[in-house]
């Protein structure tokens, strides 16, 4: 069975006329006539009554498999055209953890297009991604850190690379959901310089950063996380070994503080109000059980609160050194959007 005979006989069938399926394939009537006649002769069958215009019993069947015939047809053609074409393209991305859910979507779209595109994702800190970038070793990097709002990120000095901002979030306070401090509206930073904070240069704060962003000297880790992974980080919080800061937006509605008032014990409101000395609560301060959520399951999850005036903000930065290729402007481009 011929596959270009098929297809006319789908658009007369379609059509419901051999001069409109004519029209719509690019072909005189002559050459449609023909096709029919020469599909017909080799089935043995007549597959369209002529006069009106309409398919036979046995030409209703063949409709039938005609679709899915010509879908895997198509289907095959691109799959070999596509072995036979221009060679993958590779793009390496490295990103920070707290970049993650911004590439995910962006990298899908891109994907879309280029179906060929050979992708490698490296989740790491900013300053590994900034050092990759300047290697070679990243085609493009997406950098996260903490920064006074409207300053570009504290890069390491690692060379020519570019770097372009694509976002800014407001930070927010990471504490145990039993720690005194949790039912607050809002922080101050200048408020927590005696607290216990830990220390996660690659995953959120950096205690560092905090010293730099602030001015404030007093900033002091009570334990460092070297790891990538945010679930770790706010373990390490719910269990009460101090305090972390992450974006905003990262963290549930449910869970986190707005700024406002909340309700207070006698049902008045409970007004923001100065905070006290933030160093570790004790033992009934700090929970690590957390409470139960309705359904038997103790929860352990951390808490979030805002921070209030001025205060830093987690900046993303995309970079990478060179000339960038196809995939890379791609990427960057729909980043940038």
Do not use: K
Request: proline share 8%.
């Amino acid at each position: 069975m011929d596959p270009q005979q098929l297809r006319t006989f789908v658009g007369v069938a379609t059509a419901g006329s051999f001069s409109a399926a004519a029209r719509e394939l690019g072909y005189t009537q002559s050459a449609v006539s023909q096709q029919i006649a020469a599909l017909e002769a080799d089935l043995g069958v007549a597959l369209l009554h002529r006069r009106p215009v309409g398919v036979t019993e046995a030409g209703a069947r063949l409709l039938e498999h005609a679709g899915p015939l010509l879908l895997r047809l198509a289907a095959a053609r691109t799959d070999v055209m596509r072995t036979a074409g221009a060679p993958s393209e590779r793009l390496t991305v490295a990103t920070h953890a707290l970049a993650a859910d911004r590439l995910a979507p962006v990298l899908a779209d891109v994907l879309a297009s280029r179906p060929r595109l050979d992708v490698r994702i490296v989740v790491a800190g900013t300053a590994t991604v900034a050092n990759g970038v300047a290697r070679g070793e990243f085609d493009l990097g997406l950098a996260v850190g903490l920064a006074t709002s409207g300053d570009p990120l504290r890069l390491p000095d690692v060379g020519p690379v570019r770097a372009v901002g694509i976002a800014a979030d407001p930070a927010a306070v990471v504490l145990p959901r039993r720690h005194p401090f949790a039912r607050r509206t809002g922080l101050r930073l200048a408020d927590l310089v005696d607290a216990r904070w830990i220390d996660a240069p690659e995953v959120a704060n950096a205690v560092a950063d905090l010293r730099v962003v602030t001015g404030e000297l007093r900033f002091r880790a009570h334990l460092r996380y070297d790891g990538a992974d945010v679930a770790g980080l706010l373990a390490l919080v719910a269990a009460g070994h101090g305090l972390g800061m992450l974006p905003h937006r990262l963290l549930s509605p449910g869970r986190l503080l707005s700024p406002g008032r909340l309700p207070g014990p006698a049902g008045g409101d409970v007004p923001d109000t100065h905070v006290p000395d933030t160093d570790a609560p004790d033992t009934d301060d700090c929970d690590t059980h957390g409470g139960d959520d309705g359904s038997g399951t103790v929860r352990a999850d951390p808490i979030g609160v805002p921070l209030l005036g001025p205060a830093p903000e987690f900046r993303t930065e995309q970079l990478w050194t060179g000339q960038p290729g196809p995939a890379v402007l791609a990427l960057s481009r729909a980043l940038d959007g």
